[in-house]
């Protein structure tokens, strides 16, 4: 299957700074990509839907300004945690779809972000 | 609200056995429809697609499809330790996946 890249693969930082997690398409291209988040022992949570040269488009309850999201080419995403706190340690997840209409999601490795 | 429910495991079952997954969704227009593999601390990945009623098979997997009863099942035949996981049923709704809770399937060596 196509490949997905995200790097880190776990980060600890501590509170009140920012994390950036990297999402690549490494043997396509991806107009659009998602960031999920998910909590122990629970299923994964659509944050955001990151386009590439426009602005993201945050699901409800998703502080845009927390989470910032940039889609400067047609292989990278990128998701910045901005202002850390503890309950933002979570597994964050990126996903990507091959083909133009294709509705196949292939996922990144996943970033497990600690925040102390 | 856009909703994917799945029956609540954990499933435990013996090598060799066949494990059955079951998930319902409630937006009827859904089209697109696929199960994931999840292994703890690990990100999911794609072991089946469906969009068409009926089966699926392929290798030791079968997916079926009711869209009248907006229901989706996975099918695993001569169950393996390896496929000690979670089991995620996901549903596409306005281009986006919905998740299930997931299922936790342990296979009894």
């Known amino acids: 299957g196509a490949v997905v890249s995200q790097h880190p693969s776990w980060v600890i930082c501590k509170s009140g700074t920012s994390v950036k997690i990297e999402c690549r398409s490494l043997?396509?291209?991806?107009?659009?990509m998602f960031w999920y988040r998910q909590f122990p022992k629970q299923s994964l949570m659509l944050m955001a839907t990151?386009?590439?040269?426009?602005?993201?488009?945050?699901e409800q309850g998703v502080e845009k300004d927390k989470f910032l999201i940039n889609h400067a080419s047609l292989t990278l995403s990128t998701l910045t945690v901005t202002s850390a706190h503890p309950e933002d340690s979570s597994f964050y997840i990126c996903?990507?779809?091959?083909?133009?209409?294709?509705?196949?999601?292939?996922f990144g490795q996943g970033t497990r972000l600690t925040v102390v | 609200q856009k909703e994917v429910e799945q029956n609540s495991g954990p499933l435990s079952v013996p090598e060799g056995a066949i494990a059955s997954l079951n998930c319902t969704y409630s937006?009827?227009?859904?089209?697109?429809f696929f199960w994931y593999r999840q292994y703890s601390g690990k990100s999911p990945e794609l072991i089946m697609s469906?969009?068409?009623?009926g089966d699926k098979e392929d290798g030791r997997f079968t997916a079926q499809l009711n869209k009248a009863s907006q229901y989706v099942s996975l099918l695993i035949r001569d169950s393996q330790p390896s496929d000690s996981a979670t089991y995620l049923c996901?549903?596409?709704?306005?281009?986006?996946?919905?998740f299930g809770a997931g299922t936790t399937v342990t296979v009894r060596a």
């Open positions: 996901a549903v596409v709704n306005d281009y986006k996946l919905s």
């Open positions: 469906i969009y068409s009623n």
């Open positions: 996903s990507a779809n091959v083909g133009g209409s294709s509705t196949e999601a292939f």
């Open positions: 990151s386009n590439e040269g426009s602005k993201a488009t945050y």
């Open positions: 937006d009827r227009g859904s089209q697109s």
């Open positions: 043997d396509f291209q991806a107009t659009t």
